[in-house]
């Protein structure tokens, strides 16, 4: 397998809102992410990949973009940004942007051309139909509101949104529109940004015919349309190719199979990509579930093309509450998901606070949620008539906002976050949970991520070992068993995600080994051999075999 900087990398995702506020208006900024880059440098990553920055309405937290070349005042100025890339450069980070080119914001110039008449030279930019029968072209649904098409009055069309009606799709079937956005992406290149984390990358082609849905809700075919791989490998004949850089596709609804379509190293389009088998998929933790879909992901991508390990980030709740125990347990289940999502075959991705086990959250009233997809499904589920508490405690566990609240820096008002109001509230919690006490303490979550990230600089086999689970255990709902190998090195990885204590004898042909215990989230067990491995409740262990 061919060697490459970014597949040696771990990513921290930056939030930049919820990060760090240094003017005090209740919004993290650029400013501040750069007083705290000491400290993500200090937990060892390589590539800071930061949510979308540019000018926006912000209707969707900056995923509704007006000016793809300016910077969001709330964020900071140009000058600032440029600040920001040199500072992470010159801690020897890199850093990757979020840039969103399935949609616009509704106040983007192009669209505010776009919907100004009919035969304005850029109405082919964004997707404009007649109605039918009176009504919207099709019955599809979008990720956040009930139609996926918005009534224009002056020009008497509907156009086309997979999202909020504030964001219009781009046409790529315009090859104007995509020279466009290929020039764009040189911009940002040109400044020596060192990639893209591409946001719904899998939705720029559309249905071929405009027809309705069989199950408008299940909301699948408005991704991986035909055309959608000519654009992608356009995409990067035309940019990607021409700069050492790094794409992460944000690929809905994707299988292995169609996964491959993507990061296929022969297929010239995308380095990697993120799927949502578990996010989308997975309500909560189900270890045989969880088996399945890393085994064929493995199977289909190993040797071929590239994946990311994750399971948590702004869209998605936070990882120790959803997935692990975020009660008695929160500090090892913590270390734990941290360690599978390190030893698995795939480049791990840290969303902010997860370094520290923040938890997700729960706000008594709607009003204290900022999510528009929340918002949306809130107001459309009560307007049917439900009861508003029971629709909002239906939504509570998988709201964004899980995610999104502020940085716990320390025990401080606001959690060190902000002198101002924050633009969120933040987890009550932080008291308990706040970098100044991880920081202090040589066992806390933060330095075992430290200790897992060190590891992986300093042994290939985390980055290029085959992985292979040992069959005993791979039914299992428990117990997560499994061996990493590059060559003469070979590792065990033996993870027990329960609330309950467990204990495994190998099986005959690892005997022999002696194991070398290289982390463990635990103090050691010095009484442990192949013969008997002692699991504590929620307990990792890294093991090289000799
Ligand atoms: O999310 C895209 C999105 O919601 C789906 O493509 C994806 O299938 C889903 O997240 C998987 O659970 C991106 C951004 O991450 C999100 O914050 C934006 O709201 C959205 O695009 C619109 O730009």
């Given at each position: 397998m061919n060697k490459t900087w970014w597949k040696e990398s771990v990513v921290y995702q930056v939030y930049w809102r919820s990060f760090?506020?240094?003017?005090?208006?209740g919004y993290g900024d650029l400013e501040g992410l750069i007083q705290k880059l000491d400290y993500i440098k200090e937990l060892g990553v390589d590539i800071i990949w930061l949510n979308p920055v540019y000018e926006?309405?912000?209707?969707?937290n900056g995923y509704?973009?007006?000016?793809?070349e300016a910077i969001m005042p709330k964020a900071g100025t140009m000058e600032v940004w440029e600040r920001l890339l040199s500072e992470v450069h010159a801690r020897g980070m890199k850093l990757i942007m979020d840039l969103v080119v399935n949609h616009t914001s509704d106040r983007h110039p192009w669209f505010l051309e776009s919907r100004?008449?009919?035969?304005?030279?850029?109405?082919?930019?964004y997707i404009w139909k007649d109605a039918k029968d009176g009504k919207a072209p099709t019955n599809w649904r979008s990720y956040f509101s009930p139609s996926a098409w918005e009534w224009d009055e002056a020009t008497g069309q509907y156009y086309f949104h997979s999202?909020?009606?504030e964001q219009p799709d781009l046409n790529w079937e315009n090859p104007e529109l995509r020279q466009e956005i290929y020039r764009m992406m040189r911009f940002w290149l040109d400044k020596g940004i060192d990639g893209f984390r591409l946001d719904?990358?899998?939705?720029l082609a559309k249905p071929k015919a405009f027809s309705d849905a069989e199950?408008?809700?299940?909301?699948?075919?408005?991704?991986?349309?035909?055309g959608l791989h000519d654009y992608i490998r356009e995409m990067n004949e035309q940019?990607?190719?021409?700069?050492d850089m790094m794409t992460v596709g944000e690929t809905a609804f994707v299988s292995p199979e169609e996964g491959l379509k993507f990061v296929?190293?022969?297929?010239?389009?995308?380095n990697t990509l993120f799927h949502f088998e578990v996010c989308d998929e997975m309500p909560s933790w189900d270890m045989r579930r969880f088996k399945e879909i890393q085994r064929r992901w493995y199977q289909v991508l190993w040797g071929k093309g590239s994946n990311s390990q994750f399971?948590?980030?702004?869209?998605?709740?936070r990882q120790v509450t959803r997935y692990g125990n975020?009660?008695?347990y929160r500090v090892q289940s913590a270390k734990l998901l941290a360690t599978m999502l390190h030893t698995l075959p795939g480049i791990p991705y840290i969303y902010q606070g997860e370094e520290i086990g923040m938890t997700g959250v729960r706000f008594d009233?709607?009003?204290q949620y900022n999510d528009i997809a929340m918002k949306n499904r809130y107001e459309e589920e009560v307007r049917k008539g439900r009861d508003p508490q029971e629709v909002l405690r239906s939504l509570?566990?998988?709201?964004?906002?899980n995610s999104r609240t502020p940085m716990q820096w320390n025990d401080s008002l606001n959690a060190g976050f902000t002198?101002?109001?924050?633009w969120i509230n933040v987890n009550p919690n932080y008291k308990e949970i706040n970098v100044e006490k991880d920081l202090a303490d040589p066992n806390s979550i933060y330095r075992y991520y430290q200790k897992l990230i060190r590891l992986r600089k300093d042994h290939e086999v985390m980055v290029y070992g085959d992985f292979e689970e040992?069959?005993?255990?791979?039914?299992?709902?428990r117990l997560y068993v499994y061996t990493r190998t590059l060559g003469d090195t070979r590792w065990l990885i033996v993870l027990n995600h329960s609330d309950d204590p467990s204990s495994i004898r190998l099986p005959a042909a690892y005997r022999e080994f002696t194991l070398n215990l290289?982390?463990?989230?635990?103090?050691?067990?010095?009484?442990?051999?192949a013969d008997r491995i002692e699991l504590r409740p929620h307990e990792a262990r890294i093991y090289e075999l000799r």
């Open positions: 760090y506020d240094s003017d005090g208006d926006s309405p912000d209707k969707d509704d973009i007006s000016d793809y100004s008449s009919r035969d304005n030279p850029k109405r082919n930019w999202f909020a009606v719904a990358i899998a939705l199950n408008p809700a299940d909301i699948r075919y408005l991704a991986n349309n035909p940019v990607f190719r021409h700069y296929g190293e022969d297929r010239n389009e995308l399971l948590n980030n702004h869209d998605h709740t975020d009660g008695p009233s709607i009003d509570q566990a998988l709201s964004r906002d002198t101002g109001t924050p040992l069959p005993e255990w791979m039914e299992d709902e290289l982390l463990s989230n635990y103090p050691e067990n010095e009484a442990d051999s």
